[in-house]
């Protein structure tokens, strides 16, 4: 099992809908979460981090964790176009004694006008 | 990107040449870390300084690759020979705010990196 996991799409959604992006984690004893955005021949850009179970709300993103189900996921809100791009969940992972960011792979997301 | 300035942003190689590139995080940043992403893939750590020491190099494939941050400040990462393989985005990445479990990490333009 992969230390975090993303489905790696294509994920295709309609201009103005919710774009819904999920992510799981194998450590249970991780506790901070990160998502980014890549657009394309671009270098990821930090979009959210969430710490506490629940919902985190900034404009038209939430993030949302669960920790019991080792679950974060990202909802987007009135999707546009801009927002094409891939979305990486990344984990605070203790490995080896070590902390570490570990990334999933990826979605793609697709907004089609 | 976050004040972090990579060079050179592509570079196109022949086999068992080297290469080295430059990460230079435009205001003092402690801690600074060297990613490598596959076409596909999620960024991998490479290696993470703290100021000058290199506390976490266990992924760095140490037979060809090397890294340095002298002074605590600039980092250079060199590949020795490269590999058809070693094609793919080497991205630099400094971390800001808290320390800890709630440290956030940006990440500078990257340099492309072609072998053929």
């Known amino acids: 099992q992969k230390e975090v996991e993303q489905n790696s799409g294509p994920l295709s959604v309609p201009e103005g809908a919710i774009a819904s992006l999920n992510c799981t984690y194998s450590d249970r004893g991780s506790q901070s979460f990160f998502w980014y955005r890549q657009y394309s021949g671009k270098s990821p850009e930090l979009i959210m981090s969430i710490y506490s179970n629940g919902d985190k709300e900034d404009g038209r993103f939430t993030a949302q964790l669960n920790k019991a189900s080792q679950y974060v996921s990202l909802l987007i809100r009135d999707s546009q176009p801009s927002d094409s791009a891939t979305y990486l969940c990344?984990?605070?992972?203790?490995?080896?004694?070590?902390?570490?960011?570990?990334f999933g792979q990826g979605t793609r997301l697709t907004i089609n006008p | 990107e976050a004040g972090v300035v990579q060079s050179p942003r592509y570079k196109i190689i022949e086999k068992k040449q080297p290469v080295a590139f430059w990460c230079n995080p435009i205001s003092g940043h402690n801690t600074l870390y060297w990613y490598l992403q596959n076409l596909g893939q999620g960024p991998e750590l490479l290696i993470r300084?703290?100021?000058?020491?290199?506390?976490?190099d266990s992924q760095l494939p140490k037979d060809r690759f090397s890294a340095e941050r002298l002074k605590g400040v600039d980092s250079t990462l060199k590949i020795q020979p490269a590999e058809l393989g070693d094609s793919a985005v080497y991205l630099c990445?400094?971390?800001?705010?808290?320390?800890?479990?709630?440290?956030?990490?940006?990440f500078g333009p990257g340099t492309r990196l072609l072998v053929l």
């Open positions: 990445a400094i971390s800001l705010g808290l320390k800890g479990i709630r440290e956030t990490q940006y």
């Open positions: 990344a984990v605070n992972l203790i490995i080896q004694g070590a902390q570490k960011l570990v």
């Open positions: 300084y703290e100021n000058e020491e290199a506390v976490d």
